[in-house]
């Protein structure tokens, strides 16, 4: 899976719970400790589509953990994907997602 499919996927399903978790799951594996991969997943639009989940799924805490972990994982060592995530709200997102739900970080 590559980062382009997994944010078309995001994309095409912003609501789906099940898509959205999944996408979390595989932006982590693919980038956490990749710079390649960060690289990539940065110019697909992974960080702006996962924040744009953030927003989308902010009800849901688990959504919003795995959201900040994906971040984390694209972010990470990555000055541009820092720059993207926090042009397009991530940081109101990960806020507005604390004051919902309690977090273990």
Known sequence: MDADA???AMRA???DEETQGWAFEAL???TR????????????GAVEAVVA???AL???GGMVHDACLALGAMTDGN???RTRAGASGAVEAVVAGRGLHSFPF
């Open 33 to 44: 400790g990749n710079a390649g991969s960060q690289i990539r997943a940065g110019n697909a």
């Open 58 to 60: 902010a009800h849901h």
């Open 28 to 30: 982590i594996d693919m």
């Open 13 to 15: 399903h912003p609501h």
């Open 6 to 8: 997994v944010v078309a």
């Open 53 to 55: 989940a953030m927003h």
């Open 79 to 81: 000055a541009q994907n």
